[in-house]
C-alpha cells in the first residue's frame, strides 16, 4: 500500500480543494466527505482499490458509505451498465428493467408486495413518511433521538444531539439544520431508542395522532447500535394499539442479510426505505411494501392519493445495475462478506490491545464502527474519542486504508482474507502513528 503524507500543501488535491472552493462551498457537494484541513479528490476506483489524484492507492472500506456492495466497477455492473446506455439512459415511459427489479426485490423479501423507485435514501424516507401520512391521514411521526436517516427536514428533527441534551426520557424535538420550520419540529416526536419504557410511554401518550414510527434497524448515526427484539415488539405493539405504520429505514441495514434486517426480529414493517446496494452504485431510493399500502400511489386512470414523480425515478441505468448487483448479491457471498468482517474485528481488537489504545467495535454484517474509547458512545456528534478518532482516520489514509471519518467500514463482497490482513497491517500502523502521538 503507498505511503502518503496527509496534509500535503504540495499534492494535486489540494490544489484542486482551492479552485474547487471557489464554485463549490467546502469545495464539495456532500457534509460526509469534508476532511480537514482540505478533502482529497479521487480519479479512479477498480474493484477494492481507489487512486487519488496525486496517485496514492488506498483500500476502500468505505465504499461510497456501503452502497458499493461489489467494489467499484464490477465486470458484470460495468457490462450491464454499457449495454443499457446504448440503448437509451431514461425513458418518459416504464422501461421492462424496472419490472424485473421490482420483481427481484419482491421475490427476495416476505412482505414486499409492490416498489417505487426514486433517486436517493433520503427520498425513500420522505415517501415513506408520506405514505403513513396519506394513508392515515394524521401528520406526525415519531423518530429516535439522534438516528440518521438522510436529509429531509422531518427526518433530521434530533439528529446530533449532543450529549448534555440527550434527554433520556423526554427527548425534546430539535432542529438540525438552520431555518428548520417550527411546524416540522411539532409534528415530529422523538423517542429514546431502545428505552422500552420511555418509548411506550411517549407513544401511548402520542399514538393517536401519528401517522407512523420511522425507524433503522441497523442504528446509523448511533454506531450502528441494534434495537433490541423488545424494542421492535414495543414497536410492533404499538402499530396494533394505535393504528400507527411501523416505517423501517433500510437504506443501508438491507445489506446485512439475504432478505434485509426485519426479517431477523420477526416483524414486518408496513413500509420499508431502501436505497444504496439496489441501485448496484448508481443513484436510488425505493419504497417498498404490500399492495394494500403500496396502492397509495395506485390511481389508475385519476390522481392517485399520493403522486409522486422524478424525472430520474428507475431510470434503466440504475435498474440494470441494481438488478445483477442484487442476483450477484447471494446468502453465500453476504456470508462470506460477514465472516471476513468478523475476522476484522478480531484483528482490530489484537492491534489495538497491541499498541495499548482503547477500542470498541459495533457491528452488524459485513458492517462495523470502530470507537477509540472503553465504550460505545451515545451521541455521533460529540465522542469521547473525536480527537482521537480523526487522528486515526488520517493516519489510515496515509496508511493506504480508506474508511470513514466516523470508524465506519463497510465490506464488499471482493475483499478477501489477504486484503483483511493488509488492511489489518495499515491499521496497526496507523494505530502506532496514534499512540506514538499520544505519547
Ligand atoms: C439509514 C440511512 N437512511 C437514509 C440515508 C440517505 O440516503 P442517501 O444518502 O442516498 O440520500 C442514509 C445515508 O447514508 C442512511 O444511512
Known amino acids: 500500500m503507498s505511503r502518503q503524507d496527509y496534509p500535503d500543501y504540495e499534492s494535486k488535491s489540494?490544489?484542486?480543494?482551492?479552485?474547487?472552493?471557489?464554485?463549490?462551498?467546502?469545495?464539495?457537494?456532500?457534509?460526509?466527505?469534508?476532511?480537514?484541513?482540505?478533502?482529497?479528490?479521487?480519479?479512479?476506483?477498480?474493484?477494492?482499490?481507489v487512486v487519488d489524484v496525486d496517485g496514492n492507492e488506498l483500500i476502500d472500506f468505505n465504499n461510497n458509505y456501503t452502497s458499493l456492495i461489489h467494489g467499484h466497477c464490477h465486470p458484470y455492473v460495468v457490462e450491464a451498465v454499457n449495454d443499457q446506455i446504448r440503448k437509451g439512459t431514461a425513458f418518459a415511459f416504464g422501461s421492462e428493467i424496472e419490472i424485473k427489479l421490482a420483481e427481484l426485490l419482491c421475490d427476495r423479501v416476505p412482505g414486499f408486495e409492490q416498489i417505487r423507485f426514486m433517486n436517493s435514501g433520503t427520498e425513500a424516507v420522505m415517501n415513506g413518511i408520506k405514505v403513513a401520512r396519506a394513508i392515515t391521514g394524521r401528520a406526525k411521526i415519531a423518530k429516535c433521538e439522534n438516528a440518521y436517516h438522510g436529509s429531509y427536514d422531518a427526518s433530521e428533527v434530533s439528529l446530533a444531539v449532543e450529549p448534555t441534551d440527550l434527554s433520556r426520557g423526554d427527548p425534546v424535538s430539535k432542529a438540525y439544520s438552520?431555518?428548520?420550520?417550527?411546524?416540522?419540529?411539532?409534528?415530529?416526536?422523538?423517542?429514546?431508542?431502545?428505552?422500552?419504557?420511555?418509548?411506550r410511554r411517549i407513544l401511548n401518550e402520542h399514538g393517536p395522532e401519528l401517522a407512523g414510527v420511522l425507524f433503522d434497524p441497523f442504528g446509523s448515526g448511533m454506531g450502528r447500535l441494534q434495537p433490541t427484539q423488545e424494542f421492535i415488539d414495543l414497536l410492533d405493539a404499538m402499530?396494533?394499539?394505535?393504528?400507527?405504520?411501523?416505517?423501517?429505514?433500510?437504506?443501508?441495514?438491507?445489506?446485512?442479510?439475504?432478505?434485509?434486517?426485519m426479517d431477523h426480529f420477526g416483524v414486518k414493517a408496513d413500509i420499508t426505505c431502501l436505497g444504496k446496494i439496489i441501485g448496484g452504485g448508481f443513484p436510488v431510493g425505493a419504497v417498498a411494501g404490500s399492495r394494500n399500502i403500496m396502492g397509495v400511489f395506485d390511481g389508475g386512470s385519476e390522481k392517485a392519493r399520493l403522486p409522486h414523480g422524478g424525472t430520474f425515478n428507475a431510470n434503466p441505468v440504475t435498474m440494470v445495475a441494481g438488478e445483477i448487483s442484487l442476483r450477484e448479491l447471494t446468502a453465500g457471498r453476504i456470508e462470506q462478506m460477514n465472516r471476513l468482517r468478523q475476522m476484522l474485528q478480531s484483528g482490530l481488537n489484537d492491534i489495538a490491545q497491541k499498541n495499548s489504545l482503547p477500542l470498541a467495535i459495533n457491528h452488524y454484517g459485513s458492517c462495523l464502527n470502530i470507537f477509540l474509547s472503553e465504550s460505545i458512545p451515545d451521541s455521533p456528534i460529540v465522542r469521547a474519542d473525536e480527537e482521537l478518532m480523526d487522528r486515526f482516520h488520517v493516519a489510515c489514509l496515509n496508511h493506504g486504508l480508506f474508511i470513514a471519518p466516523r470508524g465506519m467500514v463497510a465490506l464488499s463482497t471482493v475483499i478477501t482474507e489477504e486484503d483483511i490482513a493488509a488492511a489489518l497491517e495499515s491499521a496497526d500502523a496507523a494505530m502506532r502513528d496514534v499512540a506514538a502521538e499520544s505519547g
Open 14 to 49: 489540494y490544489e484542486l480543494y482551492l479552485r474547487g472552493r471557489n464554485v463549490l462551498p467546502n469545495a464539495g457537494s456532500r457534509s460526509s466527505i469534508q476532511l480537514s484541513p482540505y478533502t482529497l479528490f479521487l480519479k479512479s476506483g477498480q474493484g477494492k482499490k
Open 239 to 261: 402499530r396494533d394499539a394505535h393504528g400507527l405504520l411501523l416505517i423501517a429505514d433500510e437504506v443501508i441495514a438491507f445489506r446485512a442479510d439475504y432478505r434485509g434486517c
Open 178 to 199: 438552520a431555518g428548520t420550520p417550527q411546524g416540522v419540529l411539532n409534528d415530529v416526536v422523538v423517542i429514546p431508542f431502545n428505552d422500552v419504557p420511555n418509548c
